[in-house]
């Protein structure tokens, strides 16, 4: 059976660079920003680390996004799909750094 370890997590805002400030001074996170994604991101000194997307209509206030690791993600949303999961989002690049898709 393959591993699908949880690798990222979003928690949206509003005003993503004063989440940042805010979950950085209460929790201690080491906060970094990348101006060239307009993200913002966190890291625990232990667990998955994650960041602060903008809200938008998809990333909504009330919405945590957890981003699970996977081997094969065409397979996988084949499966989900098959499984009564349906793909929001196909899978997309990040430049740099992957891929991901959102069911």
Known sequence: ???????????P?????????????????EIEKYDEFDYVVFSPEEGPGGGFPATDEVMKVDRLMVYVGSEDIEADLKKIEGLGG??????????????????
């Not at 805002?13 to 996170?29: E, I, T, V």
């Open 1 to 11: 059976m393959s591993k699908y370890p949880i690798v990222h997590v979003e928690i």
């Open 13 to 29: 805002a509003p005003d993503p660079d004063a989440a940042g400030k805010f979950y950085g001074d209460m929790f201690g996170w």
């Open 86 to 103: 349906k793909t929001v989002m196909a899978k997309t690049e990040i430049p740099g750094t992957g891929w991901f898709a959102i069911f």
